[in-house]
T-cell receptor, first 114, second 115 residues
């Protein structure tokens, strides 16, 4: 399994501002994923981030709102831009173990927008 | 598109009771199936998986069998403990096309076990 850390663990932000969330993995991985878990809800995939290419966004999510960087095989960032209270969620990154089909999740970033 | 449906919750049981959480899925390809658990205040952990029909995943006394004919992956445990209280998510990963590696989650089932 992979060990994944995220920063920050939580934040309270004002509407209209942006927050960048970092995800660090202890091993090199090809695919990294960003999910959102709205309060009391399940997880929804925002985008898939592969190193060396642009992120692939799911329906309902756009690059202008959730820009993603993937500068190397162990690190990625997700920015939540021009935030509104509806963006209050837990944001999680995950990676797939090599050849296992298993995905491992970071501890999440709890974002509250006021 | 792919989808996962879990039984309505929350589920409340007494310690040592038998647990079943139903999960059915719809997928265009031939998915891998997973159960994840989220303990209070903690992150999401992989509980068990199955990658092909009739496979049985097991871990910590929990089991689930990949039933292709009924498109189901029900989670079971013979004797639950208070420490099993958590939210349980059924999920699938479809390896086909543009969905490669994407996890599709069910809505989650809250389990509370009383002493």
């Amino acid at each position: 399994s992979a060990v994944i850390s995220q920063k920050p663990s939580r934040d309270i932000c004002q509407r209209g501002t942006s927050l960048t969330i970092q995800c660090q993995v202890d091993s090199q991985v090809t695919m990294m994923f960003w999910y959102r878990q709205q309060p009391g809800q399940s997880l929804t995939l925002i985008a898939t981030a592969n190193q060396g290419s642009e992120a692939t966004y799911e329906s309902g999510f756009v690059i202008d709102k959730f820009p993603i960087s993937r500068p190397n095989l162990t690190f990625s960032t997700l920015t939540v831009s021009n935030m509104s209270p509806e963006d209050s969620s837990i944001y999680l990154c995950s990676v797939e173990g090599q050849g296992t089909y298993e995905q491992y999740f970071g501890p999440g970033t709890r974002l509250t927008v006021t | 598109g792919d989808s996962v449906t879990q039984m309505e919750g929350p589920v409340t049981l007494s310690e040592e009771a038998f647990l079943t959480i139903n999960c059915t899925y719809t997928a265009t390809g031939y998915p891998s199936l997973f159960w994840y658990v989220q303990y209070p205040g903690e992150g999401l952990q992989l509980l068990l998986k199955a990658t092909k029909a009739d496979d049985k995943g097991s871990n910590k006394g929990f089991e689930a069998t990949y039933r292709k004919e009924t498109t189901s992956f029900h989670l079971e445990k013979g004797s639950v403990q208070v420490s099993d209280s958590a939210v349980y998510f059924c999920a699938l990963s479809d390896r086909s096309g543009t969905s490669y590696g994407k996890l599709t989650f069910g809505q989650g089932t809250i389990l509370t076990v009383h002493p």
